[in-house]
């Protein structure tokens, strides 16, 4: 006869009824209590140029909110990231605007070029790195 696996003794934490939600399960119930998911980020240069949104960054940079060798908290370009997910059109604009072809960033402290070779996404060369 197989031997049970399950706990002889009745668990000690309580019915479901009575637990009580935590704030992780809450659910939100004004905009001051909502907390934004990964999909609701905020879009800045370097979410933009990781997706190649040029004309969101066109408009950052116009408006002045932002500038082509601005970095983000990890020492990293908005150069870097379109490098890096083969974004042609937002590397072209963003060394047009006067972005740093020679910009070290992140943990590898490389160059947008060394990023996007790292990634096999020799295109990048042609644009002009």
Known sequence: MAESILPTTASQKGSP???EL????????GPETHQKTPIEEELNLF?????????????????????ATDRDPQNITA????A??????????LLDQG?????????LVATPMQWAAR???????RIGF
């Open 22 to 29: 935590s704030n992780v399960n809450a659910i939100p119930v």
């Open 84 to 93: 890096i997910n083969a974004q042609m059109a937002a590397c072209r604009y």
């Open 17 to 19: 009824a009575q637990a």
């Open 119 to 125: 990634c096999a996404y020799f295109n990048g060369l």
């Open 79 to 82: 150069l870097h990231w379109a």
């Open 47 to 67: 979410v933009a140029a990781q997706r190649g949104d040029v004309d969101f960054m066109r408009q950052l940079i116009e408006s002045g909110k932002a500038t």
């Open 99 to 107: 972005a740093e072809v020679d910009a070290r960033g992140g943990d």
